[in-house]
């Protein structure tokens, strides 16, 4: 009998298209074919095959790395878009800032006691120092 192994987590199953593709893959590899093909053909009379193989290359690894690239469930864009957001947009320094329950609750003691005060007539206006 075959075995076949079930992934635990099915959120980390991609639905495959046609040769074992995601239809991203496919996408980005039509695009890089579309664009890198024509290129070689255009350069490979000018300056040679080997420099126009690799030209083709370099102009077609971008679309590579958009199909097959990813990094914790995330595709290329979005890993580009958190590293120039870290970078460049977002402050340096974010100072951890927390709600301190027990700071409110005793700002909050003090105005009812405040208020009270005001209430029974036992509180005492200060008045506003000037320079």
């Known amino acids: ?17 046609a040769f074992n593709l995601t239809k991203r893959q496919i996408i980005c590899f039509a695009a890089a074919l579309a664009i890198g093909l024509p290129l070689f053909f255009l350069l490979k ?5 080997s420099v126009a193989a ?6 077609m690894l971008p679309c590579f ?5 990813e990094k914790h469930g995330q595709p290329l864009e979005t890993v580009i878009k958190n590293v120039i957001q870290t970078k460049f947009i977002r402050p340096k320094e974010r100072p951890y800032q927390t709600d301190n329950f027990y700071a409110l609750i005793e700002k909050q003691r003090k105005l ?3 208020v009270s005060a005001i209430v029974k007539g036992n509180h005492k206006t200060e008045k506003p120092r000037r320079g």
């Open 112 to 114: 009812e006691k405040e």
């Open 1 to 17: 009998m075959a075995y076949v192994p079930v992934p635990k987590d099915l959120s980390k199953v991609k639905t495959k298209v």
């Open 65 to 69: 790395l958009l199909a097959m690239y």
């Open 45 to 49: 009379g000018s300056i040679g095959t």
């Open 54 to 59: 690799f030209v083709m290359i370099v102009v």
